[in-house]
């Protein structure tokens, strides 16, 4: 393997923090986003954690600027072993406040933005036998109350993986999907919500993330290095997803209550 690595959503959060653990191994990035400064920026911790690359502004709804990055990556890498689909945007509101554009927004970068860079990248993986990292959510399998939009958006990047998995295996490319839980991370800062209190009650859950987005960037490059595919970082979401398997009616139960609190909070905010 030649050790070069490509990562959407690079400018700022876990995409920058998975940026760091691997420049420490002294991999070559490619790092991608529409924030400009904040990719100048991880190019340059880049450089001083051990690894080197190059920066390209990239809209991952715009598939054009994914496959030109892909062809930046073969001029300047001469290929690439990994690929991490990593940007995103956080969404909240029930079901009955989402505008259609609300949904839109949210299936385009969030899950059409993953199934475009497997798509302009997957010729250069199939010739490094390399490996696709698709970064989902605790949400995808746990769906809690009042961010629909997201939930589905996470959900479908899990299946999207859990399709590639099997379909990818002949041409011996690794899959691996992160349901990372909330942490501490920037995501807010593109939050989009039908009312400020909303913001406030996802922004209170993002705060009280016990791990910080540089653990969970540890956490990945260990369980992608055991092959494992589904990757929990969290020791909660483990339990919860524990319990969800076993019996999906208890979640479904806490879920509606947690939905009667939000909404409670939301009429005297």
Same mark, same amino acid.
């Given at each position: 393997?030649? %050790? ?7 400018g ?20 991608s986003?529409? %924030? ?22 990239? *809209?991952?709804?715009?598939?054009s ?8 990556c ?6 690439? *072993?990994?690929?991490?689909? %990593? ?24 899950l059409?933005g993953?199934? @475009?860079?497997? @798509? ?13 990292i698709?970064i989902?959510s605790m ?11 997201? %939930? ?45 209190a909303? @913001? ?8 009280n ?9 540890n ?13 929990l ?12 398997? @076993? ?5 479904? *139960? ?16």
């Amino acid at each position: 393997m030649q %050790n070069r690595m490509m990562i959407t959503g690079a400018g700022s959060g876990l995409g920058r923090e998975i940026a760091l653990r691997w420049a420490r191994e002294g991999w070559q990035l490619a790092l991608s986003d529409v %924030n400009e400064p904040g990719l100048t920026e991880t190019l340059q911790l880049v450089r001083e954690a051990g690894g080197d690359g190059f920066t390209q502004r990239c *809209d991952v709804r715009d598939y054009s600027q994914l496959t030109a990055l892909a062809q930046a990556c073969e001029e300047k890498l001469g290929g690439i *072993d990994i690929i991490v689909n %990593n940007a995103g945007v956080a969404s909240g509101g029930f079901f009955s406040e989402l505008s259609l554009e609300d949904w839109d927004w949210q299936i385009a970068i969030n899950l059409m933005g993953v199934v @475009k860079g497997c @798509k302009a990248f997957l010729p250069l993986l199939e010739r490094s036998q390399g490996k696709i990292i698709n970064i989902a959510s605790m949400a995808a399998l746990m769906q809690g109350p009042a961010m629909s939009n997201y %939930n589905v958006a996470k959900a479908g990047v899990v299946a999207l993986s859990e399709s590639l998995l099997v379909e990818l295996k002949q041409q011996e490319i690794g899959v691996h999907v992160v349901c990372p839980s909330f942490f501490q991370t920037n995501l807010m800062d593109s939050f989009r919500g039908p009312t400020p209190a909303m @913001k406030a009650q996802v922004g209170k859950l993002l705060e009280n993330g016990p791990i910080s987005a540089a653990d969970i960037a540890n956490y990945i490059y260990q369980e992608i290095a055991k092959g494992e595919f589904m990757i929990l970082p969290h020791e909660q979401g483990r339990m919860a997803w524990a319990l969800k398997q @076993k019996n999906p009616q208890a979640l479904y *139960d806490e879920m509606s209550t947690v939905a009667d609190k939000m909404r409670a909070k939301g009429k005297q905010g």
